[in-house]
C-alpha cells in the first residue's frame, strides 16, 4: 500500500482502523463520509485529507475501501467498480494486512450465518484463551478485525483470531 492513494468509505468502526493502517503503511488516504468527526480530526492530523460525501472516485484513486455499513449501489462504490478499481471491504483489507508486521500471521476461525454468530464467536474465543491460546473474538462483535491483524502475531499479537463475518462484510471478498 505504500505510496498508492487510498479512498476510504466511511471512518466509524471499520473505516478509521483501515486508514490508521493505510496511513502507517505508507497509503496516501482519502475518507469521504458524510461529516468531519473527532475521528476524522485526529485520521488528519496522522496524514489523511478529508473529503467530505462524494459519488465520485477522485482522480488518481488506486483502491477503494469501504465500510460494511456502505450499501454495495452507493454511487461512490458502483462507480469504482464501473471505473475497475479493486474495492475492498473490511475483511479483504484485514486478510491482505496479515503479516504486515514481518510476522507469520495468526489464522482466523470465521464464523458467518444467520443466526447466533456472535454468540459462537464468544464461546469459540472463550474456549481458545482456555486452551492457553492468545485469542479475541473480532469483526462483527466490536473489536474492530484490522485492528487485530496489525496487532500481529506471536509474542506482541494473537495466535488466533474467532472472526464474526456477516454477509455485508463478505460482499467486497474476493
Not at 89 to 104: I, K, N, Q, S
Not at 159 to 166: G, N, R
Not at 167 to 174: E, V
Request: proline share 6%.
Amino acid at each position: 500500500f505504500d505510496g498508492r492513494s487510498v479512498v476510504v468509505c466511511g471512518a466509524g468502526v471499520a473505516g478509521e482502523p483501515a486508514a490508521r493502517a493505510l496511513l502507517a503503511l505508507g497509503a496516501r488516504v482519502t475518507i469521504v463520509d458524510r461529516e468531519r468527526t473527532p475521528a476524522i480530526e485526529k485520521l488528519e492530523a496522522a496524514g489523511a485529507v478529508f473529503a467530505g460525501p462524494l459519488s465520485a472516485v477522485p482522480d488518481g484513486t488506486d483502491i477503494v475501501v469501504t465500510s460494511p455499513g456502505w450499501r454495495p449501489d452507493h454511487p461512490l462504490l458502483a462507480a469504482a467498480v464501473a471505473a475497475g478499481l479493486p474495492v475492498h471491504g473490511e475483511v479483504e483489507l484485514a486478510w491482505r494486512l496479515r503479516g504486515a508486521d514481518g510476522t507469520p500471521p495468526a489464522p482466523w476461525l470465521a464464523v458467518t450465518g444467520t443466526n447466533g454468530k456472535t454468540t459462537t464467536v464468544h464461546m469459540l474465543e472463550s474456549m481458545l484463551v482456555a486452551a492457553g491460546m492468545r485469542a479475541i473474538a473480532v469483526g462483527n462483535v466490536g473489536v474492530s478485525l484490522i485492528e487485530a491483524v496489525m496487532a500481529g502475531s506471536g509474542e506482541s499479537g494473537y495466535d488466533v483470531l474467532a472472526v464474526e463475518v456477516s454477509s455485508f462484510q463478505l460482499h467486497w471478498s474476493t
